[in-house]
């Protein structure tokens, strides 16, 4: 762990400068060197997926916040860069590093079964920023009901989002359909968190302030399933190992949403158990006496540091392209595959995150 961290913070440091020139604008003079080879997978991620250092890696990579920073001429020059590729055009000039970089901005910011460009702020990318802020802010102001009432609202609202930009499948979601689930999402979390903070008012202020970690844990658990029910209901695209679609899945979907919601939870919980401890030692300091402002930026800024770790690692506990026995779906499905696709014994789909 200590060496995923280190590496990241060294790779980091080292990339910054160059980070948002990745793609080449190379003049017609500028190289010799032969084109790039078109036998690159880019379907899957650079690094192993069967490991967690790999997967750590790879997420790290995905979540990254500065991908938000990229702008659309950014972000539509890497789409070409990588569905040129995928036909057997490789951009002159193109370094192997370089398409890399372009496949993680296309990744970070393009949804990977509808090839729709996600919101920004549903992009994992963006998981860091507004989690640390929104966090830091539920766990500043907890005391009182009116602002415990807000900022789960604005934290089940923001899930929402996430929860529906990072859905599995690609069957459409009409409007009905996305405002019932937001609505019923939203109004079970904030409830929960609302009973959670009544309960906790004759208890001492340290295990208070552990309140928004359970109210959020428990939301986790409402709004995720609640935004991903279509994919309970009628199932999530199913493959084999070389992508072709053998059918859609409940079972699926529902190994992929319990996999999403325990990621989030342990995602919180380094942000969310950590600095209630340190809080609770430096308000008795002179320091937040003198300037008890200074708290809730404080509290932002311890949750923004356990996120950058906790976001990627947690994400990477479950490959994002997760697998099932064939012998473990719907019993309709399994003579479907056994029909059609005798020798396959395990499907493949995407999770979601």
Known sequence: MINIVSGWLAARVASTA???????LHCCTCTMAAELSTSINIKEPRWDQGTFVGRAKHFFTVTDPRNILLSNEQLEKARRIILDYKKGVVTPGLTEDELWRAKYVFDSAFHPDT???MLLIGRMSAQVPMNMTITGCMMTFYRTTPAVLFWQWINQSFNAIVNYTNRSGDAP???NQLGTAYVSATTGAVATALGLNALAKHVSPLIGRFVPFAAVAAANCINIPLMRQRELKHGIPVTDENDNRLGESSKAAQQ????VV???IL???PGMAIP????NSLEKKAFLKRFP?????IQVGLVGFCLVFATPLCCALFPQKSSMAVSRLEPELQEKIRASHPGVEIVYFNKGL
């Open 267 to 269: 995602m919180a919980s």
């Open 18 to 24: 160059a980070y948002f020139t990745f793609i080449p």
């Open 115 to 117: 090839g729709e460009k």
């Open 262 to 264: 325990v990621s989030r």
């Open 173 to 175: 979601i009409t409007v």
């Open 293 to 297: 402002w200074m708290s809730a930026p």
């Open 276 to 279: 209630p401890f340190l809080m």
């Open 256 to 259: 992929a949403i319990t996999q």
